[in-house]
C-alpha cells in the first residue's frame, strides 16, 4: 500500500505560480520504481489528466492544456514528486490529485494509477 499526502494548494490570481507535492510513503520497495502522476478534477467536470513522471530518471508526459506552463519532477531521496504550475488560468482551478503506479508509465487514465492521495484545492481568481 502506498500512502500519497499531496500539498501546496491555495488561492491565486491569473498568472500567478503555485508549486505542489506530493510526499509518498508506505512498505515499498523504492518510490524510484513508481510511475507519478497529477490529475485534477473540477466541481462538475471528469478526472482529467495533467502530468506525469516515468520511474527512475523520469521521462514525463504533460496534457496539452498544461504544456509549456507545468513541470513535474521527481526528488526519489525524498519520496517526493512535485508539480511546478507557472501562468496559472482560472481554467486551471481545480482539486490536484497525486497518483502512482508501480512500474513504467501506462497512459493517461486514472484506472491506470491505483493510488491516489485526497488532494489540495487549486483556486485561481481572474
Known amino acids: 500500500q502506498v500512502s500519497l499526502v499531496e500539498s501546496g494548494g491555495g488561492v491565486v490570481q491569473a498568472g500567478d505560480s503555485l508549486r505542489l507535492s506530493c510526499a509518498a510513503s508506505?512498505?515499498?520497495?523504492?518510490?524510484?520504481?513508481?510511475?507519478m502522476g497529477w490529475f485534477r478534477q473540477a466541481p462538475g467536470k471528469e478526472r482529467e489528466f495533467v502530468a506525469a513522471?516515468?520511474?527512475?530518471?523520469?521521462?514525463?508526459y504533460y496534457a496539452d492544456s498544461v504544456k509549456g506552463r507545468f513541470t513535474i519532477s521527481r526528488d526519489n531521496a525524498k519520496n517526493t514528486a512535485y508539480l511546478q504550475m507557472n501562468s496559472l488560468e482560472p481554467e486551471d482551478m481545480a482539486l490536484y490529485l497525486c497518483?502512482?503506479?508501480?512500474?513504467?508509465?501506462?497512459?493517461?487514465?486514472?484506472?491506470?494509477?491505483?493510488?491516489r492521495g485526497p488532494g489540495t484545492q487549486v483556486t485561481v481568481s481572474s
Open positions: 497518483t502512482s503506479r508501480k512500474g513504467p508509465y501506462t497512459g493517461i487514465w486514472a484506472n491506470d494509477y491505483p493510488y
Open positions: 508506505g512498505p515499498f520497495v523504492t518510490f524510484s520504481a513508481y510511475t
Open positions: 513522471i516515468s520511474p527512475g530518471a523520469g521521462r514525463t
